[in-house]
């Protein structure tokens, strides 16, 4: 059974790949250049989260 959408992740992963030399870092900076490029909101995280069970726990810093 093919699924069209899966088919479609698959061909553009693919050119991504191709298109960076099949070169996992090279494919994670293209990524992260061209995050954000489309006008959506990046989130980030800061350091001061931490992991916790499989979550990310914020720590609020002390009030001042």
Known sequence: MNDPIVEEVRRIRAEIAARNGN????????????????????????????????CVVREEPPEK
């Not at 994670?28 to 909101?41: L, N, P, T």
């Not at 990046?42 to 992991?51: K, N």
């Open 23 to 54: 070169n996992l870092r090279r494919i994670f900076e293209d990524a992260r250049r061209r995050q954000g490029s489309d006008g959506r909101r990046v989130v980030s995280y800061d350091p001061a989260d931490t992991v916790e069970s499989g």
